[in-house]
């Protein structure tokens, strides 16, 4: 069964640093997403990606993260300058061919800063 | 804004016994879906079941069912013969079908299974 994949599985990095965050969506779907999962907390949502272009995200998504789509099977979440309150659990998802298709997460990158 | 609320932090329910979570929602819109996650120690989102809501039919999966109550704004999961490996974190989540596609989640129950 096709299933997302994220690396790495663990990040440690210090304050300030850039990390990149690395995910490979299912095959065939076309909307992909971030979120992120503080420790002991709700899911909460970042971005949304179709058709090469952000098409949503939530205030938490401010100019120190970015989203991209390198080539045909990446995408990545890059964070400029990291700080404490990043450390969070981050899961990527995909979903088919419609934003409300069923949304399929990866296991997650545990990020911690410094 | 759309926000879903799980009122019951922890459950625990004997293996091979029958355990209902709860969640509620609030929304103006008409036309949307729900899903229950899962999230065993690995930490892990995993997919349990979903529903339409312009479906009046509550959906089921194997041992997974829900409680759909739309008018009352009720979405509840019943596990039917718990076992061990159903131990996990559950969440909520609802997404609009007009537009907004991310997925917003309840604060979650954690299921513990008794032997």
């Known amino acids: 069964e096709p299933e997302v994949t994220q690396t790495p599985s663990h990040q440690v990095t210090q304050m300030g640093q850039e990390v990149i965050l690395r995910c490979v969506p299912i095959s065939n779907h076309l909307y992909f997403y971030w979120y992120r999962q503080i420790l002991g907390q709700k899911v909460e949502f970042l971005v949304s990606?179709?058709?090469?272009?952000?098409?949503?995200k939530s205030e938490i998504f401010d100019d120190q993260f970015s989203v991209e789509r390198p080539d045909g099977s990446n995408f990545t979440l890059k964070i400029r300058s990291t700080k404490l309150e990043d450390s969070a659990m981050y899961f990527c998802?995909?979903?088919?061919?419609?934003?409300?298709?069923?949304?399929?997460f990866g296991p997650g990158t545990r990020l911690t800063v410094l | 804004a759309q926000t879903v609320t799980q009122s019951q932090p922890e459950m625990s329910v004997q293996e091979a016994e029958t355990v209902t979570l709860s969640c509620t929602y609030d929304t103006s819109e008409s036309d949307y879906y729900l899903f229950w996650y899962k999230q065993p120690p690995s930490r892990q989102m995993i997919l349990v079941i979903r529903q339409e809501a312009y479906k009046q039919q509550n959906a089921t999966e194997n041992r997974f069912s829900v409680n759909f109550q739309k008018a009352a704004k009720s979405f509840s999961l019943k596990i039917s013969d718990s076992q061990l490996g159903d131990a996990a974190m559950y969440f909520c989540a609802y997404i609009s079908n007009f537009g907004n596609e991310k997925l917003t989640f309840g604060t979650g129950t954690r299921l513990t299974i008794i032997p």
């Open positions: 990606f179709y058709n090469n272009e952000i098409s949503e």
């Open positions: 998802a995909s979903s088919g061919t419609r934003g409300t298709d069923t949304q399929y």
